[in-house]
Each structure stands twice: as structure tokens, then as C-alpha cells.
């Protein structure tokens, strides 16, 4: 159960209210059944809902005294006896949309710290909490009901939409972000490209005249830079998600729905369209572009262009199976001959 000091919930829900949340059927079960909240398949009691989206997990499945289980279809037959059902094409987003609805992310009063430095010039919305230690600059537009949490730094003619989360201490120059978009604590948006002319005398710097372009319900984790463009924008398209501790580089283009994981790279000028899942640790060079609904396993280089809907692993990236065929005719080389 979620630690009530930190998560706040909602009043409990009927199995058919919560059927109804998320369009599935109630396979087993009575609708009126009550369900307080939600929790583990292991450690779920008769008051909770649980999910199964994974067969690994069908033991667990088969043993759990939760009051009701989310399951799809094909794992129906393993529900233990008296265990309600609510059947769903996919479980784990109707575990999802049933969590957010006992635990939902409500935003704070409307506030503004009198610690927070707002300058004359700047414009904040209606509906807004501006916490002690923001500084927002020249020339900024603020969107309503957005929430700017402790330390963080809008730099001058930043424009951000409405709805909109800036984690505490993160600092964002030259851009314009959409709607309902979440950067997370320690997000640095807009700062210069690592954009320089070698001279053994002494690198030049090249002036990063860009902005960054963030669209609306993007989420970037704690700890992400985002350089702004060298002359074109560093563009992010909508609903597209990034965590913690990534890099994009000046003049990147992401479309709209990607995924990118922890620790990934990618270089300047690269573009990402849309759909693209890039796993942690990925390196993606600059000035190539990867194809709409592709897929890259985790600590891969991608040193060239990708085709829409590859999947792709190793270093250099390859496409799966042939990158699996290689490792395999590698191991047996290398064995010891008895």
C-alpha cells in the first residue's frame, strides 16, 4: 500500500466503476464489489485490484487473494476460484488508468512564494503555484495552472503552455514548450549546442542561434539536457517521453510518441521519427536519421541511417538476428577445443 504521508487517495470505487474507467468487461465478479486500491498480485487482499500482464507471473496469479485482477483474455483460465476479473486487450495500461484514478495527480493551490523573483515584464496565467526560489526573467509567458517548483530558473522570453511542471532547480533559455508537458527536477533546456571550430590555436565557438521546440505532453526525466539549435531548432514532438540523465544534441529532431530510456545519446542534427524507442544506454550518431518505429536494445551504436521500423542491437548497431547469429558463431570460435 501506497505511504499515505506522500500519496494521497481517492474514495474507494465499485468493480464497475472501475470497469467503466478503462472499457473492460467484468468476466467474473459482482459490479458492486468495493475496491479500496490497488497493489501487487503477491501481496493484494480482498479489498484491492491487481493486474497480470506478464505469464511470468502466473503462479503468483494463481495463489493472489486480490479482490480483483486485471488479466487479458488468454489468461483467464489461470484465475483462482472467487477471484473477480476485469478482462482488458491490454492490462497494464487499464492498471494504469485504475491507479490514476485512486491516486490522482492533483496540482497545489494557486500560489506565488513572495521568495520567487518574477520580473514586471514577465506574464503568468491564472490557476498558477510558483514556488520560493524561481526566478523568471524578461519577457516570459507562463501558461495557466502550471506549477514551477523550488530554484528553478526561467531564462528571458521562454513561453510555456498551459498545464505545464518545471521540476525544482531546472533551468530552461531559448525555448517554447507546449501543453501539459512535465520537465522533471534538474532538466536543462536550451542551453548552447557543442558547437565549435577546431584550431589547434584554439577551438572557436560557433554562437548557438536556435531555440529549442518542446510540444505538448512531453515529459523529460530528471537531469536531461537539451541543447538548443545552432541555427535550426532542436525540436521534440508531442507525447513523446524521455528519462532520466539523456543528452539531445543541437539541432535534433524527435517526432511525436518516442521513447527514449536512461543514459541514451543522441548527436546533433540526428532526426528520430516518430514512434522511435531508443533503450538506455544507446548512442545515436549525428546527421542520421532513424526510421519511424524503430526499435534499438539497449547500449547499442547506431552509426548510420535506420529504416522505418528496424530493430536493431549491438556495436555497430545491427538488425537483431543477424547481430544474434554473429555472437553465436563468435562464442564457438572462441571455445576451448578439448
Not at 544507446?282 to 547500449?299: D, E, K, N, Y
Request: charged share 20%; with cysteine; aromatic share 6%.
Amino acid at each position: 500500500m501506497a505511504d499515505p504521508k506522500f500519496h494521497k487517495i481517492s474514495l474507494p470505487k465499485t468493480l464497475k466503476e472501475l470497469a467503466d474507467i478503462v472499457d473492460a468487461e467484468i468476466h467474473t465478479g459482482d459490479s458492486d464489489t468495493v475496491i479500496e486500491d490497488v497493489q501487487a498480485l503477491d501481496k493484494a487482499t480482498d479489498k484491492q485490484i491487481s493486474f497480470l500482464d506478464n505469464i511470468k507471473y502466473k503462479d503468483d496469479f494463481k495463489t493472489t487473494k486480490a479482490g480483483a485482477v486485471i488479466v487479458s483474455p488468454k489468461m483467464v483460465e489461470f484465475a483462482p476460484k472467487g477471484c473477480a476479473l476485469l478482462v482488458s486487450k491490454n492490462p497494464y495500461k487499464a492498471y494504469a488508468l485504475i491507479a490514476q484514478s485512486f491516486y490522482p495527480a492533483n496540482a497545489p493551490a494557486e500560489n506565488i512564494s513572495a521568495q520567487a523573483i518574477i520580473s514586471d515584464t514577465a506574464t503568468v496565467g491564472s490557476g498558477c503555484h510558483i514556488e520560493a526560489g524561481v526566478v523568471i526573467a524578461d519577457g516570459v509567458t507562463i501558461g495557466n495552472n502550471c506549477w514551477i517548483e523550488a530554484n528553478a530558473v526561467i531564462q528571458e522570453n521562454v513561453e510555456i503552455g498551459d498545464n505545464s511542471r518545471i521540476g525544482a532547480n531546472a533551468s530552461v533559455s531559448h525555448a517554447k514548450i507546449g501543453n501539459g508537458t512535465r520537465l522533471y527536477p534538474g532538466v536543462r533546456v536550451g542551453q548552447d549546442g557543442f558547437g565549435f571550430a577546431i584550431d589547434p590555436a584554439g577551438h572557436v565557438k560557433v554562437p548557438q542561434l536556435g531555440r529549442v521546440i518542446i510540444g505538448d505532453h512531453v515529459e523529460i526525466g530528471a537531469n536531461s539536457c537539451v541543447d538548443r539549435g545552432a541555427g535550426p531548432d532542436t525540436i521534440i514532438g508531442n507525447g513523446t517521453w524521455i528519462d532520466n540523465a539523456v543528452q539531445i544534441g543541437h539541432n535534433v529532431k524527435i517526432g511525436k510518441g518516442c521513447v527514449i530510456v536512461a543514459q541514451a545519446g543522441v548527436a546533433g542534427s540526428a532526426t528520430i521519427e516518430d514512434y522511435v524507442v531508443i533503450a538506455a544506454q544507446v548512442g545515436v550518431a549525428g546527421h542520421l536519421t532513424v526510421g519511424m518505429g524503430s526499435q534499438i536494445a539497449g547500449q547499442s551504436g547506431v552509426m548510420q541511417s535506420l529504416p522505418p521500423g528496424s530493430k536493431v542491437m549491438g556495436y555497430p548497431a545491427l538488425p537483431i538476428k543477424q547481430f544474434l547469429r554473429q555472437a553465436v558463431v563468435l562464442k564457438n570460435l572462441t571455445k576451448s577445443k578439448k
